[in-house]
């Protein structure tokens, strides 16, 4: 993880984050279960669900990611390997976990998967900014939704996806007004909630991106919080207000680095 030299203090590890969600009402509805991979909680969670994302505890732009699908008795592994994503079939739990546990030093989390909304038959997710002032209150501060390349497990930009503003993304799912103000505010207070659980854990924080995805049945879902460096440059040329506003909140804090 890339060292901070501003003053904004991080939650590390995907892991830690979800359970100290999860110990809230409030946010904890919207976590998928997540366990740490080992053997036994990687054939449970096969048992449990017919899909299963594992990832890189600590880790960022995709890198890492692996998607399982319980095919029959079969089991379908796909991996995201530098900008590459490959596929495997597998017929045991124990040649799976070899697998995924071969040459990893990094420490894994095993996820429920979630069927992603699709626009433009393409998954996508909503990264919602929150940010504050030093002594001040959390503040949404933009959104950015990334939509990601078609078959690709990942929505990543650096993964070949595309950023959309929330506006495009709601415009392309034909959503009427009442709708598209409903999500922007759920999202919006969602994301509020999470940042004052998260930063009552660790004092300091005054940055967060948080992932947010609908599902097919479009309930709401939070797949990840990065406290570290999250990126909104990609809004620059797309969202020039909401770009300017995080920049104003990053240099607050002493990040003046941010693009």
Sequence with gaps: MAKKNYASRTIRGKLRVCNYLLGDSRVGKYVPRTVSFTQTNLKMMTNKFTSLYVKPDVGSLGIGICKINRINDSYLLQEVVGKRQ?????????????RLNRGKHNRLIIQQGVRLDKVNNRSYDIRVMVQ???????????????????????????????????????????????????????????????????????????????????????????????????????????????????????????????K
């Design 132 to 258: 504050r002032k030093p002594g001040g209150t959390w503040t949404c501060t933009g959104y950015m939704v990334k939509v990601g390349a078609a078959n690709k497990i990942v929505t990543n930009y650096y993964q070949g996806g595309s950023i959309y503003t929330l506006n495009k993304l709601h415009k392309q799912l034909h959503l009427s007004h009442e709708d598209r103000e409903r999500r922007r505010k759920k999202l919006t207070k969602a994301a509020l909630k999470v940042a004052k659980v998260l930063s009552n854990q660790k004092e300091g924080m005054h940055e967060m991106g948080i992932d947010f995805a609908y599902d097919t049945e479009q309930r709401l879902w939070i797949l990840e919080v990065n406290s570290n460096h999250p990126q909104f440059h990609p809004l620059k040329q797309l969202d020039r207000k909401a770009y300017n506003k995080m920049k104003q909140f990053a240099a607050s804090y002493g990040r003046y680095d941010a």
């Design 86 to 98: 490959v596929s495997r079939r597998y017929n045991r739990i124990a040649s799976l976990y070899e």
